[in-house]
């Protein structure tokens, strides 16, 4: 099993940065697709972007170009880094690590908060 805590959100102005960070325990991290999801007041979750355990990245349309995921497997890290953000990003975001082998996990951390202000 994996566990996920995230770190990092917070209150930032309209075209600021934060670095969100996932720390995982458990032994499946290193085999597992990572990756952030966020959930706004009255909306359904929704991918951010995802990182293989082998390193292909992929992203919302509506973050591409402004945030970047990353993952350390040695140190069992995932972060995302986000640039450039504007008042929609404003959500509660959270870490997921999903695998289909030897068993399926999907994994989900306790969320953070991001406000974005204008």
């Known amino acids: 099993q994996v566990q996920l805590v995230e770190s990092g959100g917070g209150l930032v102005q309209y075209g600021g940065s934060l670095r969100l960070s996932c720390a995982a325990s458990?032994?499946?991290?290193?085999?597992?697709?990572m990756g952030w999801y966020r959930q706004a007041p009255g909306n359904q979750r929704e991918l951010v972007a995802t990182?293989?355990?082998?390193?292909?990245?992929n992203y919302a349309d509506s973050v591409k170009g402004r945030f970047t995921i990353s993952r350390d497997n040695a140190k069992k890290l995932v972060y995302l880094q986000m640039n450039s953000l504007k008042p929609e990003d404003t959500a509660v975001y959270y870490c997921?690590?999903?695998?289909?082998?030897?068993?399926?996990?999907?994994?989900w951390g306790q969320g953070t908060q991001v406000t974005v202000s204008s």
């Open positions: 458990g032994s499946i991290f290193s085999i597992s697709t």
């Open positions: 997921n690590a999903y695998t289909n082998f030897p068993m399926v996990v999907d994994a």
């Open positions: 990182v293989s355990r082998g390193g292909n990245t």
